[in-house]
């Protein structure tokens, strides 16, 4: 059939006539369920106002004004905006921009969507000649949106040899991909490990000299690659400006990270298998480190108790049983249950933890400002309506003391279970 | 340095040390991150550390390099280089003629371009393997090392290398000694000419004192007025999670476990 829209005149008129006794129903076939906005005949815009709105809760009429509201429908707020957000796909690129996200957690962090946005910035500055993203995972992930972040191509590298601290590997991989397509421009995150190790060692393999520490990027036509870069130096005491070299290892913030379009993030594959590498360096994992010993404001994991807890003795077992970090409220320190310098909060420490526990404690305004930053929280409590639970991603409602304790059953039951199979 | 002994062979560890800059002062002084680094070899045992430093030799740069004497060294290397010069073949060089069995550094240098790239350059030039950000040297056996590496948020990771081995040292280390000033005073720098090798690209950027990064605005993209409204005047709320009530303690815990499992923070 043919794809252009064909136009039902009677439908039209019926839909514009809502006197007509047929006019519900032919809106509803039109997908425009009950409007309280038409076209008129003569083009002026018709409305409804007893159509305008929705009732609330408290069976009140409710307005919403934004216009993304149409008519009596339950007030279901509008479609997420990023299906919207035009697709963008670069059939054949004039060259490639290659980012190798740290993906901490397995999500692309704040550092890595910057570097993405960055990334867009040196592929699309000239429309006549588009470049691709291509980004360069290594490792499981979770991340569904790498389209939305910026990015076109993707190679995803899960073998067993890359997993862990394995940077000659993932070194040689990079050299592959290098060989393979030849990227323009590199482009690592400057962290600690991750992008700022592996960046450097594939400069130091490459031959390239590399920039690093950049925090802005201006497009100049005077410099080799039509970019000029401005870099951190002597332990960020210098500001260094100089043309961007291909291989660039960037900080958080050198540029905003893409929110306006989509692209594609399409599977690339590697035309050779991975080169096998002697590997000189063996990871032999983690080590248990002492949540005790890790310093608040950088724990990965916190367990934080407030007046809610009534069983101190249960609550230390859980922390080190789930070999949490322990925090707590002002009112739990104030009343000596715990130790001063782990008070969470305005006046204690902004802690940066992944996932944080609020046991009992009700979620003050001095309290949740320090759990800004935290991913997951997670709220026991006996009162479904604190502020702690609207800040939580899980909130469960119940007596501390016996959470607690459930939990700490599963966990060691859990790991008497590993044990006996292992 | 003696040849190696009749006895056990001991270790041959060399520390590269640099001129640090205080980050408020701006006063010359021993580089932090190097100073661990000397402190970490001293803790080896039987381990014969000899320091080494590839640059100007001055008044003031003298002064920073005495701070590491005043660790307890008797004697330290010194390549002279013109100012501004590219250390890498004089380093390289040297380390190629000593062969020791270690060579640790620090992560990046306080002075000049400070990118921290010396470490991997010298790595690629001898074909050694490098360990970046270590917290500690656990043992070393048998032409292996076992080091413990400092991962962020204070975890670490344990990790076996092949010697030689370079190693790049991290704020995680021990802390280093106090300079005595007797010892500072008594060792000596024992001056050789190196090969020079001019740095000429770094002649032509232009360097400045760092200016204060501009501050990321909040910019929020929305169609109506209504959304930015929202938008600028929202609290810190979650985007409203799962709240779960009337469950018994035993579901509660399950669904908490289940979360904790899916972050991967449960060891
Ligand atoms: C200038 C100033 C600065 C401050 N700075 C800080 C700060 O830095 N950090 C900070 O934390 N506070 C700070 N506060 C205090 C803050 O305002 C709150 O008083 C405090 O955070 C409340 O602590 P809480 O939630 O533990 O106690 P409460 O508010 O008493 O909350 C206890 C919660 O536990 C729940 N509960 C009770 N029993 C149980 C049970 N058996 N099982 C489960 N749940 C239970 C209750 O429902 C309640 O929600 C500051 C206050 C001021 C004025």
Redesign the pocket.
């Known amino acids: 059939m043919s794809q252009l829209p064909r136009r039902d005149p009677r439908q039209e008129w019926i839909a514009r006539n809502r006197l007509h006794p047929r006019h519900e129903e032919v809106l509803a076939a039109l997908g425009q369920g009950a409007t309280s906005e038409w076209p008129g005949p003569n083009g002026l815009v018709r409305k409804n106002p007893h159509r305008v709105g929705f009732i609330g809760p408290n069976g009140i009429k409710r307005i919403d004004r934004s216009g993304t509201q149409q008519g009596a429908g339950g007030g279901k707020a509008s479609a997420p905006v990023a299906e919207h957000k035009p697709l963008t796909e670069i059939a054949e690129p004039a060259f490639l921009v290659a980012v190798v996200p740290d993906m901490a957690g397995g999500r692309l962090s704040g550092h890595d969507k910057d570097l993405l946005g960055l990334a867009r910035r040196l592929a699309d500055a000239d429309p006549a000649a588009q470049g691709a993203v291509l980004a360069v995972v290594f490792g499981s992930h979770k991340e569904t949106n790498l389209g939305e972040a910026g990015v076109d191509r993707l190679l995803h590298l899960d073998s067993p040899e890359i997993a862990g601290y394995a940077p000659e590997a993932r070194l040689g991989a990079l050299i592959t991909v290098e060989q393979a397509w030849t990227p323009r421009h590199w482009l690592l995150p400057d962290s600690k490990l991750g992008g700022g190790e592996l960046g450097r060692r594939l400069a130091a393999r490459l031959g390239e000299r590399p920039a690093t520490g950049i925090w802005q990027v201006e497009a100049d036509a005077e410099s080799a690659t039509g970019w000029q870069c401005t870099a951190r130096g002597a332990a960020g005491s210098l500001d260094i400006r100089r043309p961007l070299p291909r291989i660039a290892l960037a900080l958080a913030e050198c540029a905003e990270p893409v929110s306006e379009t989509r692209h594609a993030a399409a599977e690339l594959v590697l035309p050779q298998p991975l080169p096998s590498t002697l590997s000189r360096i063996q990871d032999l994992g983690q080590v248990s480190v002492d949540p005790a010993s890790v310093a608040l404001s950088e724990a990965e994991f916190i367990l934080a108790a ?3 807890v ?1 069983d101190w003795d249960a609550y230390h077992r859980a922390a080190s049983v789930l070999g949490a970090t322990e925090g707590a ?4 320190v104030d009343e000596g249950y715990m130790p001063r310098d782990r ?6 420490t902004w802690v940066t933890a992944r996932v944080y526990i609020a ?6 305004i ?2 949740l400002q ?1 759990i800004q930053p935290c991913e997951k929280v997670i709220a ?4 479904p309506s ?1 502020d ?1 639970i609207k800040r939580a991603d899980l909130a469960v409602i ?4 016996q959470i607690l304790e459930a939990l700490v059953t599963l966990v060691s039951q859990a790991r008497e279970e590993k044990r006996d199979a292992a | 340095m003696q040849p190696e002994s009749a006895m056990t062979p001991a270790l041959e560890v060399t520390v590269l040390v640099s001129i640090g800059r205080h980050p408020l002062t701006g006063r010359v002084r021993r580089a932090d991150q190097d100073a661990r680094g000397v402190e970490l070899a001293r803790s080896l045992a039987d381990a014969e550390v000899r320091l080494l430093h590839a640059g100007e030799c001055n008044e003031s740069s003298e002064a920073a390099l005495r701070g590491y004497l005043g660790m307890g060294f008797s004697e330290l290397a010194l390549i002279e280089q013109p100012e501004g010069a590219d250390v890498l073949p004089a380093l390289s060089e040297a380390l190629d003629a000593t062969s020791p069995h270690l060579v640790i550094t620090g992560e990046r240098a306080e002075r000049g371009e400070g990118s921290g790239l010396l470490p991997y350059l010298l790595a690629e030039r001898l074909g050694w393997p490098l360990v970046s950000g270590l917290a500690a040297v656990e043992s070393v056996e048998d032409g292996m090392a076992t080091l413990l590496q400092a991962l962020p948020r204070g975890q670490r990771r344990r990790l076996k290398i092949r010697l030689p081995a370079i190693v790049t040292v991290d704020d995680a280390a021990p802390t280093p000694r106090q300079s005595a000033y007797g010892p500072a005073r008594r060792g000596t720098l024992e001056t050789s000419a190196g090969e020079v090798c001019n740095d000429d690209e770094w002649a032509t950027w232009q360097v400045q004192p760092a200016r204060p990064r501009p501050k990321r605005l909040k910019i929020v993209k929305a169609a109506s007025a209504r959304d930015r409204f929202k938008a600028a005047a929202a609290k810190a709320e979650g985007t409203g999670g799962q709240v779960l009530t009337d469950v018994t303690p035993t579901q509660g815990a399950e669904a908490i476990l289940t979360l904790l499992r899916d972050e991967e923070v449960l060891r």
């Not at chain 1, 409220?329 to 739990?332: D, H, L, N, T, Y």
């Not at chain 1, 119940?398 to 003391?401: K, L």
């Open positions: 407030g007046n809610g009534r409220s002002r009112v739990a008070q969470v909060g305005a006046t204690g046991v009992g404690i009700s979620g003050a001095q309290h320090g026991i409590n006996m009162d604190c702690m119940g007596d501390s003391t």
